[in-house]
Nanobody, 122 residues
């Protein structure tokens, strides 16, 4: 089994910064893409940023220039550096690992973390 463990959420003032981390734990051979999504109550889950194993990144327009996604393939870890945070960034952030190949299995799978709350408020 593969588990995604997120950390780094919390309360920050507008204009402040937070860094989210997500570790994929388990018997993993490789992970294609990892990313962050967010979901406010009553809304659909939306993409924040993704990064492939080769380092290609994709960002939502609303976070371009403020958020930076990075990844440590050796540690199966993805990070989200969030700067210039705004109140509208307040919501739960979810880590995702896509096309995860477990050792001994030829079938890829998709996994989600449990979510971490980010609150931007003065």
């Amino acid at each position: 089994q593969v588990q995604l463990v997120e950390s780094g959420g919390g309360l920050v003032q507008p204009g402040g910064s937070l860094r989210l981390s997500c570790v994929a734990a388990g018997s993993i051979f490789s992970i294609n893409a990892m990313g962050w999504y967010r979901q406010a109550p009553g809304n659909q889950r939306e993409l924040v940023a993704t990064i492939t194993s080769g380092g290609s990144t994709n960002y939502a327009d609303s976070v371009k220039g403020r958020f930076t996604i990075s990844r440590d393939n050796a540690k199966n870890t993805v990070y989200l550096q969030m700067n210039s945070l705004k109140p509208e960034d307040t919501t739960v952030y979810y880590c995702n690992a896509d096309r995860v190949y477990r050792r001994g299995s030829s079938l890829p799978a998709n996994y989600w973390g449990q979510g971490t709350q980010v609150t931007v408020s003065s």
